[in-house]
């Protein structure tokens, strides 16, 4: 049982170099999300999707873009990276609307 | 400007006894709200929830309670155990899927 799947788990990245984060679900939810956790703010949602086909911006989106062309990825893309975005990115799926969600293990990202 | 607020960063309770987390949100508008747990270099994983037309949900050791007019809602774990220790994220979730998480409680339980 894979449930989600982040890659890659870590990644150092120079300044200004784009960046796809990769996230697959295998459970066929119908909504995705993408949060950054950084030391004293928690989880922060970046970006989300409620079906295949539709995103929206969450908290923090700036810097970042998604897509969503089928139900089971969700890749999140860093078009010139920054120092600012170093951080752990988690990915997460859940069945629908008022459910809970099922998180990845993390991607950690440097930008140097 | 954060809708979802955890504002002890830390906690630290005795084996045996309770530990109470607390969390409160500005926005009305949420209508599920959910504790995850998180240990170190893993993703969070889901405890337990509860609707806005509840005020109370329990599973076991946990318990979490919801005050709608205060905009609160809060964890209760007894007994505690030494395996309860981690990060423990409050988050709320509007119709939409969209889904805010506090800062997050270390708690420790000590032997």
């Known amino acids: 049982i894979a449930g989600i799947t982040q890659a890659p788990t870590s990644q150092i990245l120079a300044a200004g170099r784009r960046m796809t984060l990769r996230c697959t679900q295998d459970?066929?939810?119908?909504?995705m999300y993408w949060y950054r956790q950084d030391l004293g703010l928690g989880l922060r949602l970046i970006h989300y999707?409620?079906?295949?086909?539709?995103?929206g911006k969450g908290e923090v989106p700036d810097g970042y873009s998604v897509s969503r062309a089928n139900t089971d990825d969700f890749p999140l893309t860093l078009a010139s990276a920054v120092p600012s975005q170093t951080s752990v990115y988690f990915c997460?799926?859940?069945?629908?609307?008022?459910?809970?969600?099922?998180f990845g293990q993390g991607t950690r990202l440097t930008v140097v | 400007d954060q809708q979802v607020k955890q504002n002890s960063p830390s906690l630290s309770v005795q084996e045996g006894r309770i530990s109470i987390l607390n969390c409160d949100y500005t926005?009305?508008?949420?209508?599920?709200f959910l504790w995850y747990k998180k240990y170190p270099a893993e993703g969070p994983t889901f405890l337990i929830s509860?609707?806005?037309?509840?005020d109370k949900n329990e599973d076991g050791r946990f318990t979490v309670f919801l005050n709608k007019s205060a905009k609160h809602l809060s964890l209760h774990i007894v007994p505690s155990q030494p395996g309860d220790s981690a990060v423990y994220f409050c988050?709320?979730?509007?119709?939409?899927?969209?889904?805010?998480f506090g800062a997050g409680t270390r708690l420790t339980v000590k032997p």
């Open positions: 459970m066929r939810h119908n909504a």
């Open positions: 999707s409620n079906t295949a086909g539709t995103t």
């Open positions: 988050a709320a979730s509007l119709h939409n899927n969209d889904m805010r």
């Open positions: 997460a799926s859940s069945h629908g609307v008022n459910t809970e969600a099922f």
């Open positions: 926005n009305s508008m949420f209508d599920y």
């Open positions: 509860i609707s806005s037309i509840k």
